[in-house]
C-alpha cells in the first residue's frame, strides 16, 4: 500500500495538534490554579513567602508563552534566551506588553499544569518567581512535541509600565 508524503504531514500535523492541545489549560482554569497557589504562603527554599495578590489573564502574554513554548518544543531545549538571542524583556515588548517588571518559568516534561506548579513549587528560584508580589498579569502555555521532555511550558508573569504623571501646571 502506498501512502502519500502530504497524507503523512497532515496526519503528523493533527497528531501534534492533539497532542498540543492536550496539555494546554483554559485560560481560567490556569487562572485559578496559579491564584490558590498565590493566595497561601509559600516556601520557597530557605524564605517563607508570603500570600501574593491574583494574577490576571492577559492575551498578549498567553500569545507570547505559546509562541515561545513552540520554539522550545521545536529546538527541543529549555533556555530562557530564545534561539535569535531574545530575552523574555525583549519578547514582551516585541509582543507589544510595555512591562515595568517581568519573570519566566519553563518547565520541560510534566503532563498537566498541576505537575509543572509542583515542578516550580520545588525550586526555589521559580517559587519566587510565582510568589512575586509585583506581578499583576500572567500568560501561560504548553506546546507538546515529540521530543526528549515531550511538553514545554512556559509562563510569563509581569506588570505594566504605569503612566508618568505630570506635576501639575495650573497657574
Same mark, same amino acid.
Given at each position: 500500500m502506498?501512502?502519500?508524503p502530504?497524507?503523512?504531514?497532515?496526519?503528523?500535523a493533527?497528531a501534534?495538534?492533539?497532542?498540543?492541545?492536550?496539555c494546554?489549560?483554559?485560560?481560567?482554569?490556569?487562572?485559578?490554579a $496559579?491564584n490558590?497557589?498565590?493566595?497561601?504562603a509559600?516556601?520557597c527554599?530557605? =524564605? %517563607?513567602?508570603? @500570600?501574593a495578590? *491574583?494574577? &490576571?489573564?492577559q492575551?498578549?502574554?498567553?500569545?507570547s508563552?505559546?509562541?515561545?513554548?513552540?520554539?522550545?518544543?521545536?529546538?527541543d531545549? $529549555?533556555?530562557?534566551?530564545s534561539a535569535?538571542g531574545?530575552?523574555l524583556?525583549? =519578547? %514582551?515588548?516585541e @509582543?507589544?506588553? *510595555?512591562? &515595568?517588571v517581568s519573570?519566566?518559568?519553563?518547565?520541560?516534561?510534566?503532563?498537566?499544569?498541576?505537575?509543572?506548579?509542583?515542578?516550580?513549587?520545588?525550586?526555589?528560584?521559580?517559587?519566587?518567581?510565582?510568589?512575586?508580589?509585583?506581578?499583576?498579569?500572567?500568560g501561560?502555555?504548553?506546546?507538546?512535541?515529540?521530543g526528549?521532555?515531550q511538553?514545554?511550558?512556559?509562563?510569563?508573569?509581569?506588570?505594566?509600565?504605569?503612566?508618568?504623571s505630570?506635576?501639575?501646571?495650573?497657574?
Amino acid at each position: 500500500m502506498r501512502v502519500w508524503p502530504s497524507l503523512l504531514l497532515s496526519l503528523a500535523a493533527a497528531a501534534s495538534a492533539v497532542l498540543a492541545a492536550d496539555c494546554q489549560p483554559d485560560a481560567e482554569v490556569a487562572a485559578r490554579a $496559579l491564584n490558590a497557589l498565590r493566595a497561601q504562603a509559600q516556601r520557597c527554599g530557605d =524564605r %517563607l513567602w508570603p @500570600a501574593a495578590p *491574583a494574577l &490576571r489573564w492577559q492575551a498578549v502574554l498567553g500569545e507570547s508563552s505559546r509562541r515561545y513554548a513552540a520554539e522550545l518544543a521545536t529546538l527541543d531545549r $529549555l533556555d530562557h534566551v530564545s534561539a535569535s538571542g531574545a530575552t523574555l524583556r525583549t =519578547r %514582551l515588548r516585541e @509582543a507589544g506588553y *510595555a512591562m &515595568r517588571v517581568s519573570g519566566e518559568n519553563l518547565a520541560g516534561g510534566p503532563e498537566a499544569l498541576d505537575e509543572a506548579l509542583a515542578q516550580w513549587l520545588a525550586s526555589a528560584g521559580h517559587c519566587e518567581n510565582l510568589m512575586a508580589a509585583d506581578f499583576e498579569d500572567f500568560g501561560l502555555a504548553c506546546v507538546a512535541s515529540g521530543g526528549r521532555l515531550q511538553r514545554y511550558w512556559v509562563l510569563q508573569m509581569a506588570a505594566p509600565m504605569r503612566p508618568r504623571s505630570s506635576p501639575d501646571q495650573s497657574p
